[in-house]
C-alpha cells in the first residue's frame, strides 16, 4: 500500500509577511455580507493548498514574483478581498474596502515535490510550516482575510497555501478568485469570469418566516459528552477508486444501486464513523450535514455569472446511533438522498430568514459529521503558468470553527494514474482504528451490515 512519507521534516525559510494590495486604486465603500455568509458556522479559516511541479518552459520565472504580482493585479477586481470585516448591530457582518491587502509570505524549503512521496494527500508533513499562522492575522473581525504563502522547493516546483476567511466565500467562489490570479500570472489583464457581488440574493426577506424545517440547526445540548476531544487525534486519509464504490453498490437494493458515489460515500461514512464512536446511548441522535451548492437552485432570478459568496445549505439527515448501526447501509443511503432532495430556492431563503431571526447560530455539532464534496470545484485546474496543481484542495480534514467534525470530498489521481476520491477524516486515535476495520469489512463480501474485524486491504489509508 502507498503511504505518503509522514516521517519527512523539512526545513523552511520564510521571509517578513507583507500585505500585497491592489494595483490600482479601488472604492473605498461598505459592503454587506449576505445572511448565508455571515452564519456562526462559517466565521473561521479554511486552508487549501496546491503542489506544483517544475516546469522546463517557465525556466528563469521566480513563482514567488509572478504570484505575487498576479495577486495585486487580481485584487483589483476583487478588492473586497483586500479590506476587513466589521460587524454592526445584530452580529451582521460587512467588508470595509480598505485596500489595505491580503497577507503574503515568501518561503523557500529544503525539500523536493518527490520527497512528499507519489500519494500527495492530505495530512501534509510540516503543514504549519508551508501555511504559516502570523501572530495576530487569524480572526475573523479587522483582519486579513486571505493569507497566501508560496513556498520554492528544491526541484523548482513550488507549494501555493492559501488560508480564507470562510464567510467571504466557498469552495466555488474561492477558485474563481485562484483562477483570475492564474490568468494574471499567465499575462490576462481581465479575469475570464469577472466578479459579481449580488450578496442580496441570500438575504432575509422583510419580514423573515421561516417556512422550511431546519434540523441542522437544532439547539442540542452535549449531556453524553459526544463532542470530539482535540488532545489524540488522528489524521488519515482514504482513497476511494471506481472499485471501492462498485463493491459497496454491490450489497445495496436494486433501487439504490444508481445512487452517486457522494450519496454511497457519505451513508458508509457517516455509519461507520458513527460506529467507532460507540456512542454511549444508542438512543442518541446522530446527524451527517451534507454540503449541498445550492447556485443551480435559484432562478427567481438566478444567481448572475462570476458570484462568489456562499451559496450552499447544511441539510441534514438524522436518525439514532441504534438505527444507524443496526441497519444495513441502504436505512442511511435513503436518508441522505433525501436530505439533499430538501435544498431548493425556497429552502435557501427559509435559511437567510432563519439567521436574522436566531441570531446566525451554528450548526448543530453535538452527534454531527459533515461532508463537503469538493471534487468539482476545480482545485487542481488552478494554473499560475506551471501547469495544472499535482494536487490541489483543502489542506486537512476536520477543520471549522468547531474542530474535528468536517470531512472533504477531494479529486485524486493515484499514482498507477487511476482517478478517484480522497478523504481526509479526523477521529480520535482509538476510534480511527475502529472506523478502518469497519470500512474494510463494508468492502468485504460479505453482508453490509456484518462488519468484518479484518485488516485494511481495499481501502489505501495514509496515516
Known sequence: MASPPTSLVFKVQRRQPELVSPAKPTPRELKHLSDIDDQEGLRFQIPVIQFYRYDPSMKGKDCVKVIREAISQALVFYYPFAGRLREGPGRKLMVDCTGEGILFIEAD?????????????????????????????????????????????????????????????????????????????????????????????????????????????????????????????????????????????????????????????????????????????????????????????????PLPTGFYGNAFAFPVALTTAAKLCKNPLGFALEMVRSAKADVT???????????????????????TYLVSDVTRAGFGDVDFGWGKAAYGGPAKGGVGAIPGVASFYIPFRDNNGEDGIVVPVCLPA??????????????????????????????????
Request: overall charge neutral.
Open 345 to 367: 430556492e425556497e429552502y435557501m431563503q427559509s435559511l437567510a430568514d432563519l439567521m436574522v431571526i436566531r441570531g446566525r447560530p451554528h450548526f448543530t455539532v453535538v452527534g
Open 109 to 301: 524549503a529544503d525539500v523536493t515535490l518527490r520527497q512528499f512521496g507519489d500519494a500527495l494527500q492530505p495530512p501534509f508533513p510540516c503543514l504549519e510550516e508551508l501555511l504559516y499562522n502570523v501572530p495576530g492575522s487569524d480572526g475573523v473581525l479587522n483582519s486579513p482575510l486571505l493569507l497566501i504563502q508560496v513556498t520554492r522547493l528544491k526541484c523548482g516546483g513550488f507549494i501555493f497555501a492559501l488560508r480564507l476567511n470562510h464567510t467571504m466565500s466557498d469552495a466555488a467562489g474561492l477558485v474563481q478568485f485562484m483562477t483570475a490570479v492564474g490568468e494574471a500570472a499567465r499575462g490576462a489583464r481581465v479575469p475570464s469570469i469577472l466578479p459579481v457581488w449580488a450578496r442580496e440574493a441570500f438575504n432575509a426577506r422583510n419580514p423573515p418566516r421561516v417556512t422550511c424545517t431546519h434540523h441542522e440547526y437544532d439547539d442540542v445540548p452535549d449531556t453524553h459528552g459526544t463532542l470530539i476531544p482535540l488532545d489524540d487525534m488522528a489524521h488519515r486519509s482514504f482513497f476511494f477508486r471506481p472499485t471501492e464504490i462498485s463493491a459497496i453498490r454491490r450489497f445495496l437494493p436494486d433501487h439504490l444501486r444508481k445512487c452517486s458515489p457522494f450519496e454511497i460515500l457519505t451513508a458508509s461514512l457517516w455509519r461507520c464513523r458513527t460506529i467507532a464512536l460507540e456512542p454511549k446511548d444508542p438512543e442518541q441522535e446522530v446527524r451527517v450535514l451534507c454540503i449541498v451548492n445550492a447556485r443551480s437552485k435559484i432562478v427567481n432570478p
Open 430 to 463: 482509538p476510534a480511527m482504528e475502529r472506523f478502518v476495520k469497519e470500512l474494510d469489512g463494508m468492502l468485504k463480501e460479505k453482508p453490509i451490515d456484518l462488519p468484518a474485524q479484518t485488516s485494511t486491504t481495499f481501502i489505501k489509508c495514509a496515516l
